[in-house]
């Protein structure tokens, strides 16, 4: 049995996970990233880049163009799950720096 102490404000182990999936380009193919919060500051770090993108603006647009990427992004917090399709140029901002963030722990 282990006593593992709660995180800061008393608050029970939050996970954040985030999805980010590519399709389109020349080969059309789809490709996945995934992250899963493994603690407490984990998670505060990634709930405050999926609280940073503008969720209610998206318009799940499809891309237009041949070789056009389009961004399916997912996030799961404790309290909410998030959704969203973007088009390559929908992907800045906040967008881009959660995307990135995701490839990159993805890739680490």
Do not use: K, Y
């Amino acid at each position: 049995m282990t006593n593992d102490p709660e995180p800061a404000g008393g608050e029970p182990d939050a996970v954040v996970a985030v999805t980010v999936s590519r399709s389109g380009g020349i080969a059309g193919m789809t490709r996945r990233w995934a992250v899963r919060s493994q603690s407490a500051e984990d998670a505060a770090q990634w709930r405050a880049l999926v609280e940073a993108c503008p969720w209610d603006e998206c318009d799940s647009a499809r891309p237009t163009g041949a070789d056009r990427f389009a961004w399916s992004v997912r996030a799961t917090l404790p309290d909410a799950s998030r959704h969203a399709d973007l088009t390559e140029d929908q992907a800045s901002g906040p967008w881009r720096t959660l995307i990135d963030a995701v490839r990159e722990a993805a890739a680490g």
